[in-house]
């Protein structure tokens, strides 16, 4: 059981440190961040030897990574050795559907899509009348997540570009939204996170305002809130989103230069928290949970099951091909999308629905993979309000819209959001910390990680899906080494 202490993270720092110099890490060559959060009132502590979680998700950071490095030549030192001295799987069984904002919401509460309410990234617009708007909102997840319970305990949180934040009831929120991809894109941003922090973190990292441009942070500046809050606040809970690797492997492929680079970059951000916590002084009671919200399946089709709904009359778009009327609508979701009926009592619509999608089912190369009906949505933990769902057949992925062919001209290389049975959709997860039992963690979920880590801060989590991965941490030995500087 390595401690933050043991040589096990002495060694992982030192691989850091040299990691850092190699690269010229901004962080080794900025000076120190300047106090601009205010020091805390003395609060109350979680009574374990875990008095710290971090909590970060690598957006789509398929378990290969880590499990075989060397097929794919990747530099990750961090990852390397979080999976030598942690507990780490071989694939944690993500959510219907695999995507983001349904898996971020799982991680943060240990509940199934289904019942927390966020089941797709995108708000459910039958008349598409939101401008592509997503699930931005907290006050749309209808469970307590964890920042909930350590407010309640008097315990301080922080969340970063954390999906469905807006509104978080958190110490230091900075949420992920976007609307026009504009610079006033960054002042909503802004307006939204706690005050002042931005402009905190900006002063103490030069080159911050760079990294954070109106198509949002990116992963080095979140990491630079984050390592800000580390050393300056000390929060008991922090969340922190990267997305380069998802973007990199939507738009380029898996394992492309740009994917591989994604990577590694990512494993530097990881030592970049792992240095913070040493400088914080809370090395010896701070654990690490990193995990992705889904894995990867590469694409070459794209087809818009919306086409089949305007061709059976089901729906009417008007001269300028937006929705004017209808009786069943879609929710798309990558490699999966819902189905919804505007009346789901009446017979003749379930049957002309249920009919439109099975037959083209039953075609040869039609796309579709699967047609499910509730029970089998309900049994993935899907929305209880759909009436079907669509898998996508193996090497293809669905359009939104209803307007067009139904095969279409595709512009990514790999998508998820598909059944997180498949294999391709498994996600990546890995402990460290100072009670965590080093090993293999069999039959993983991303439900679990909420309770593990409600686990760790005694917080009194019920209700959910999950179950802790480890139990609740021994008592510390009173030999254990404390934290070294590297």
Not at 143 to 156: C, E, H, I, K, Q
Request: hydrophobic share 40%; aromatic share 6%; proline share 9%.
């Amino acid at each position: 059981m390595p401690g933050m202490g043991s040589p096990s993270m002495l060694g992982l720092l030192a691989t850091i440190g040299l990691l850092s110099v190699a690269l010229a890490c901004p962080l080794g060559c900025a000076p120190a961040p300047s106090a601009a959060v205010a020091p805390a009132l003395p609060t109350p502590q979680p009574p374990g030897p875990i008095q710290h979680v971090i909590v970060v998700t690598v957006d789509g950071l398929k378990p290969d990574s880590y499990l075989a490095p060397d097929a794919h030549n990747l530099r990750i030192p961090v990852l390397r050795r979080l999976v030598l001295d942690g507990a780490s799987s071989e694939g944690a069984r993500s959510v219907f559907p695999s995507v983001t904002y349904p898996a971020h919401t799982s991680i943060a509460s240990g509940v199934v899509p289904g019942r927390h309410g966020v089941v797709a990234n995108r708000a459910f617009d039958p008349l598409e009348k939101n401008q592509e708007g997503w699930r931005w909102y907290a006050e749309d997840v209808k469970v307590p997540r964890l920042w909930d319970l350590a407010s309640n305990a008097g315990y301080s949180s922080a969340v970063i570009n954390w999906p469905v934040t807006v509104g978080a009831r958190v110490n230091y929120l900075v949420p992920e939204i976007w609307r026009a991809g504009t610079p006033d894109d960054k002042k909503l941003v802004r307006a939204l996170s706690t005050p002042g922090l931005l402009d905190a973190v900006g002063k103490a990292y030069p080159g911050f305002e760079q990294r954070w441009t109106e198509e949002g942070f990116s992963d080095e500046a979140k990491t630079d809130i984050a390592t800000y809050l580390i050393e300056k606040a000390s929060p008991n809970l922090l969340f922190l989103h990267l997305t380069q690797v998802d973007s990199a492997q939507h738009k380029r492929g898996l394992w492309s230069p740009e994917a591989l680079t994604a990577i590694e970059d990512s494993d530097r951000q990881l030592g970049r928290l792992l240095e913070a916590t040493q400088r914080s002084g809370n090395g010896a009671s701070t654990a690490l949970i990193v995990a992705s919200d889904h894995g990867f399946a590469e694409v070459n089709r794209l087809v818009r099951p919306g086409a089949l709904l305007r061709q059976a009359g089901l729906v009417q778009l008007d001269d300028k091909s937006k929705v004017s009327s209808w009786s069943v609508s879609l929710l798309p979701n990558g490699g999966s999308l819902y189905v919804y009926l505007k009346d789901p009592q009446d017979p003749t619509l379930q049957a002309a629905a249920l009919k439109v999608f099975s037959d083209k089912a039953r075609e040869p190369n039609s796309g579709i993979g699967r047609v499910l009906e509730h029970v089998e949505i309900s049994a993935l933990g899907g929305d209880p309000e759909a009436f079907l769902a669509l898998d996508a057949a193996p090497n293809t992925t669905f359009a939104a819209g209803y307007s067009g062919d139904y095969d279409t001209p595709i512009s990514v290389k790999a998508m998820h959001g598909y059944d997180p049975e498949r294999p391709e959709m498994r996600a990546s997860l890995l402990l460290f910390g100072p009670t965590v039992t080093k090993g293999k963690l069999t039959d993983a979920r991303l439900v679990d990680i909420a309770p593990t880590a409600a686990a760790w801060l005694q917080l009194p989590l019920a209700g959910t899906d999950g179950k802790p991965l480890q139990g609740q941490p021994p008592a510390p030995a009173a030999s254990a080494a404390p934290l070294a500087s590297h």
